[in-house]
T-cell receptor
Framework: TQLLEQSPQFLSIQEGENLTVYCNSS?????LQWYRQEPGEGPVLLVT?????EVKKLKRLTFQFGDARKDSSLHITAAQPGDTGLYLC????????????FGQGTILTVHP | GAGVSQSPRYKVAKRGQDVALRCDPI?????LFWYQQALGQGPEFLTY????????KSGLPSDRFFAERPEGSVSTLKIQRTQQEDSAVYLC?????????????FGSGTRLTVV
């Protein structure tokens, strides 16, 4: 069974601060995705990383996939209140059709 | 449609009642997934359809849970004799391709509360 451990579970910071969310597993994933979910909505895909060591940037967000494809991180620079939400990592690779294994999620609150 | 549509958005069921949750995927999408999300947690896989074929139902928690997609488009997740532990958000997701990595689009979910 593939499991993803996500940390921290809760993060409460002030506007302008930087933060990092971690996603770790003992299993290898063929790809890893990061989602953001707002209350009452479904998860929305932010990025997919597929190559070990890959780094992707999306404005103030930087995503990294570990060399061994077992872990990933999401770094947000100069957080803004609009970044508030639930961040989820999800791995695929256990099946041929892309079933996702999600981490527990990180609830981020950015205070103005 | 433009996105994945789920109905109803909210459902309150008395314990023991049967419920049916509907998912309208994006038109033409081959793959359809159902996930269950408990409050404050990440979604957990329930079942997968490729067109009308249910290829994986390993995540269904009990035989009270049943899913179908008879014509390869709309899908229904049915829960019989609901129990309090069934309270969760049920998410449907669809994709135009089969394989990994795949970009899936999630619906807004149905929040089920069993009282």
């Amino acid at each position: 069974t593939q499991l993803l451990e996500q940390s921290p579970q809760f993060l409460s910071i002030q506007e302008g601060e930087n933060l990092t969310v971690y996603c770790n597993s003992s299993s290898v994933f063929s790809s890893l995705q990061w989602y953001r979910q707002e209350p009452g909505e479904g998860p929305v895909l932010l990025v997919t990383v597929v190559t070990g060591g890959e780094v992707k940037k999306l404005k103030r967000l930087t995503f990294q996939f570990g060399d061994a494809r077992k872990d990933s991180s999401l770094h947000i620079t100069a957080a803004q209140p609009g970044d508030t939400g639930l961040y989820l990592c999800a791995g695929s690779g256990g099946t041929s059709y892309g079933k996702l294994t999600f981490g527990q999620g990180t609830i981020l609150t950015v205070h103005p | 449609g433009a996105g994945v549509s789920q109905s109803p958005r909210y459902k309150v069921a008395k314990r023991g009642q049967d419920v049916a949750l509907r998912c309208d995927p994006i038109s033409g999408h081959v793959s359809l997934f159902w996930y269950q999300q408990a409050l404050g947690q990440g979604p957990e896989f329930l079942t997968y359809f490729q067109n009308e074929a249910q290829l994986d139902k390993s995540g269904l928690p009990s035989d009270r849970f049943f899913a179908e997609r008879p014509e390869g488009s709309v899908s229904t997740l049915k829960i019989q004799r609901t129990q309090q532990e069934d309270s969760a958000v049920y998410l449907c997701a669809s994709s135009s391709i089969v394989g990994s990595p795949i970009p899936v689009t999630f619906g807004s979910g149905t929040r089920l509360t069993v009282v």
